[in-house]
């Protein structure tokens, strides 16, 4: 079986979230798994060296954009048993950042995706399913309808699109939209692209692939509704009998606090108390914290929107930090208001509180490893990694019960025994601070229990291995050979 990734990142070469592990993570597994896999991203300026120079170069075509004509080369590289094709465009690509105004994103992406079906001819690589990510890839089953039916080698290809968020849609009007990717009026209909007299890209994904994923059940369930459906709740509700779940993994060669270099100590599920208190007074140190092991440390390591909760951060604030014994390091980048607000809180609670705003992968393993809790109060969470990972590290989560934070925090019972973190259920700052308080109380007055549901927390599997499987299930659904 072949299988195509398309997608806008992948780590390690490119990413600015969730996605990017995800597809960094999971074609390798397929490979392993005896999938041929071959994953597309666009050849971004932003690439490190190093990999550019293993990649190579092999064809180049042109594509047609409205009027105009643009060219699109194509570089290859093998890696892990996984083949990266990169589409090479220097006037869509070859700029910081990765994502820009909607009008040029569109542009650019709809190049991609055209780019990405054209290619197939030049690279050789034929898919059975292509795998489509995020609204950036959604119009690639509407161009293999649109443009490919007549043709046999196309016709055959299935297509799943995967909702890693449902809130970005890539939304931009209906004349543009159909002059660039050479579509008639016929696709511009409400039950097809068009959305609020515009057209977008996500529903197009949604319309018109074969089949779709999200990255956890709980998700999968959750956008059925209106509160969490961005708009698209009906087209998903009339899908439904196509939609599955699938809860992502994280990658365990890149988090493993056994052999990770990015921090202090290293250690397992038999050392960590000891070594967790190492890690924690060397990262207070290092970011100018009180260097106290007897204070609670919460780490955050997130994006700054507002799907992530922060609002609630900055209602209980005051109140969490009164007693003096919490302490809060957050890293992270994003909107400005939340980048102010947390600047703010660093410089009022100086010594408690520390703010790192910018994105430091190395510093999010040192503070995965030296926090005691791990606070992720999303307002949605189409799966989250970031949970996971705090596990994988000791840090115990506190979350809200959405999404893929659900699926994969088991509640604290104090009466079992049992669970590997604690969460509320409300989008409730007060709720919150409770469960804060609480998962404090036990920190501090049950260092038994604590220490136990570290060790089931490290121990949980999040690898990538089930999920990969259920991936090859669906594809093995849609080429009907189950
Ligand atoms: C997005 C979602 C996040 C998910 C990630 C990877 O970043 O917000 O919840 O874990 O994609 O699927």
Redesign the pocket.
Known sequence: MNVLFASSECAPFVKT???G??VGALPRKLAQEGVNTAVILPKYKSIDEKYVKEMYYIDNIYIKMGWRSQYAGVFKLEKDDVIYYFVDNEFYFGHEPLYSDVYIDIERFAFFDKAVLALLQVTGFWPDVINLNDWQTGMIPVLLKAHYSHDDRYNRIKTVMTI??LKYQGIYDKKTISDILDLDDDYFTPDKLEFYKDASFLKGGLVYSDYITT?SPTYSCEIMNEYFGENLNGILNARHESVRGIV?GIDYDVWNPRTDENIEENFDARNVVSKKRDNKLKLQRELGLLEDENKFLIGMVTRLTH?KGLELVDHIMDEMMAQGEVQLVILGSGDETYENMLRHYEWKYKGSVCSVIKFDNSLSHRIYAASDAFLMPSLF?????SQMIAMHYGALPIVRET??LKDTVEAYNEYENTGTGFSFANYNAHEMLYVINYAKSVWKNNKKAWQAMMKRAMKADFSWDNSAKSYIEVYNYLLGSV
Do not use: A, S
């Open positions: 979230g969730g996605l592990d995800v890693h968020n990255v992502n799907q969470e189409p799966c989250g990694l999404g893929g």
